[in-house]
């Protein structure tokens, strides 16, 4: 019986080769078939030359319905039909089916481990069979109870390596019909076929990886490149999306103020406006447990997970099915969690996990990179503020220092006005002179204007400077630092020269900061000249630069002092701020402008401010 003979054989296809004599002794019915064969012009060389075009095949459906044509140019059969092995399902998958000619596409299940179905034998023992009688073998089981009666089947398995990956079925109304010649040329079709589908499979599978490592690879630079973090947390949630289907994702991330997980950005709009800024407990949820264990976590069936938090489904009325989520973690430490729920058809699997990991370790880095960057901008502006604050102060400094000169600057009009309105009142009293107390109250008048100058000019020093830059006018600037610092040279000897280059034209600054600055360069000649001396102030027009120099004949500097003139706090002063000269350099380089210094001991010195006439 050929039956026997070959559901005797172990392994895929008999082997003809290595032990001819006795797995295939050239008995005359064996000649006869191939002669028969050859006579129905059944082309047995096709199986050989399928081997080769299926290697250049990658799609599965075109592989097997070539194996099954193929099998009909050699064979002669009734019904064919392919499967392969679904191993999650642990089942045979019926895709094909070849009746009479016609390809007809199914989708049949067929659990691997039932009683019945010759197929699903040879699928799971992995050894071909070819029953002469199905009549007579109980594990037959009818494809179509309404089709013609089946009497003989062959059934071979596709195996790769030792694992079967399908089986190819043939089936015939007549008793005890397939050869073992059919038997060879369907265990090679089988073989050749089994080869293609995995080439074809591993060629899906390089396809999909470099789809994904080249989306990894997108997504690392796109998250790099961006220091906002919503910018990072969206383009994550962008990145996730070409990743992955799942019907949601979010971004949790760890709030240390509160101890607990903060959603900081989630897909799903609808959700996204219930959900953000929603903050959720280290213990409760499968977040939770992540962010505490640093560990990633596929849940198939979230509601029977007992680590579930079902109060985000009752807010997002959202039923979570399956759920993957996995730990942000940057320089070790975990700074939140990504969140995917309901994969698209089915639930996450370790891929998907690997993928989202890969994603998370690079939205980790960029996420700390962008609070990092936040936190600069935070300290900068803080500094700013400070910075802001420090130059007034120093402003004040010196307005303060002025206060004793100025209070005096405003007692001599005083006095005088009470004087000329005592001398007003005597008037009044004696025969009246009306033309005497004209003039007395006129140079009241007179004095009370002086004040109000002198105050209106304090009170122009005294405010906060305003950022604005303006159309500013260097020697009116120049003047009314001198004004209020008049009494002060005053007292201190100090003879002022002004040498005013007509030829200088209005430049755009912010007069009121280049006030301070020249503020600070008189009240520093003052303090070099303790016995008194002269200041030169002179302007000078520099093709597309002024220069505005500062001369004392003071005690000069050392090259040592020279050296250190410009560094925050640096005084020789009793009762220096030692910021004068720092402020100043910081003002003029914001204007584009120089300081600079010539200085010698015993003899004075010149300070130079340059600014663009631009
Ligand atoms: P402060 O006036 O509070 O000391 P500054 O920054 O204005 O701070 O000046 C720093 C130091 O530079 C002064 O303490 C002084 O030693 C030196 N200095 C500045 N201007 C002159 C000057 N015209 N002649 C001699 N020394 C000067
Ligand atoms: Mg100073």
């Keep these: 019986m050929k039956a026997e003979l070959f559901t005797d054989a172990a392994g895929n296809a ?65 019904f064919a039909s392919f499967s392969l092995v679904d191993t999650a399902a642990n089942a045979l998958r019926y895709h094909y089916f070849l009746e009479q000619g016609v390809f007809q596409t199914v989708e049949l299940l067929l659990a691997l481990d039932g009683p019945r179905s010759i197929s699903a034998a040879v699928a799971r023992d992995g050894v071909a069979l070819n029953v002469p009688d199905v009549t007579c073998d109980s594990r037959y089981l009818p494809h179509d109870e309404a089709a013609p009666p089946t009497y003989s089947e062959l059934c071979v398995p596709m195996k790769i390596q030792a694992t079967v990956i399908g089986v190819l079925n043939v089936e015939s109304g007549t008793r005890n019909h397939f050869t073992v010649i059919d038997q060879f040329l369907l265990q090679a079709l ?78 799903d709009s609808c959700a996204s406006g219930i959900l953000f800024g929603q903050h959720v407990s280290l213990d409760a949820g499968v977040v939770g447990w992540v962010m505490r264990n640093k560990t990633s976590v596929i849940v198939e069936n979230a509601q029977e997970d007992p680590r579930f938090y079902s109060e985000i489904d009752a807010l997002t009325e959202v039923i979570t099915r399956s759920l993957l989520a996995v730990p942000l973690i940057a320089k070790d430490r975990a700074i939140g969690v990504v969140e995917v729920i309901n994969k698209v058809g089915g639930t996450f699997d370790t891929h998907d996990r690997e993928l989202l990991e890969a994603l998370a370790s690079s939205a980790a880095i960029a996420i700390d990179n962008a609070r990092l960057y936040q936190e600069l901008i935070d300290q900068i502006q803080v500094l700013q503020a400070t910075q802001v604050k420090l130059v007034h102060s120093e402003k004040m400094g010196a307005l303060g220092r002025l206060t004793a000169s100025i209070s005096h600057e405003i007692n001599n009009p ?20 009306p033309e005497k107390i004209e003039r007395y109250l006129d140079i009241a008048e007179d004095e009370i204007e002086r004040i109000a100058n002198i105050v209106r000019r304090v009170r122009e020093f005294y405010r906060p400077s305003g950022q604005e830059r303006a159309p500013t006018d260097i020697h009116q600037t120049l003047e009314s630092v001198l004004e209020l610092s008049g009494k002060e040279l005053q007292h201190s000897y100090v003879n002022v020269e002004r040498i005013w280059d007509p030829a200088i034209p209005q430049i755009v600054a912010n007069p009121d900061y280049l006030k301070q600055v020249f503020l600070n360069l008189v009240l520093n000649a003052i303090d070099a000249m303790p016995n008194g001396g002269n200041l030169t102030i002179r302007t000078v ?7 505005i120099e500062f001369t004392d004949t003071g005690i000069g500097m050392s090259p040592e002092i020279q050296a250190r003139l410009f560094e925050p706090f640096f005084t020789t002063k009793a009762h220096g701020s030692g910021l004068g000269l720092s402020i100043s350099y910081g003002i003029i380089q914001e204007h584009n402008g120089q300081i600079l210094v010539q200085s010698e001991v015993g003899q004075g010195t010149t300070f130079t401010i340059v600014l663009p006439v631009t």
């Design 14 to 78: 008999p082997n003809i080769t290595s032990n001819t004599s006795e797995m295939f002794p050239l008995r005359d019915d064996v000649l006869f078939d191939i002669l028969q064969r050859k006579r129905q012009g059944k082309n047995i060389e096709a199986i050989c030359q399928m081997g080769w075009n299926l290697t250049l095949v990658y799609d599965e459906t075109t592989i097997i319905r070539h194996a099954l044509e193929a099998a009909a140019q050699a064979i002669e059969f009734d």
């Design 190 to 267: 089988a073989n050749q076929t089994a080869v293609a589908l995995q080439n074809a499979r591993l060629y899906a599978q390089t396809q999909r990886n470099t789809r994904e490592l080249s989306a990894l690879i997108n997504a690392t630079h796109v998250l790099s490149a961006n220091l906002d973090l919503n910018t990072v947390l969206q383009q994550t949630l962008v990145q996730i999306n070409t990743l992955l289907e799942a019907e949601d994702a979010s971004v949790l991330l760890y709030d240390s103020a509160s101890d607990d997980l903060v959603f900081a950005v989630v897909a």
């Design 414 to 433: 005083l006095q005088s006005i009470q004087g000329c309105l005592t001398l007003a009142k005597e008037e009044l009293e004696s025969p009246i002179r």
């Design 541 to 547: 027009l520099d093709h597309e630069s002024i220069r």
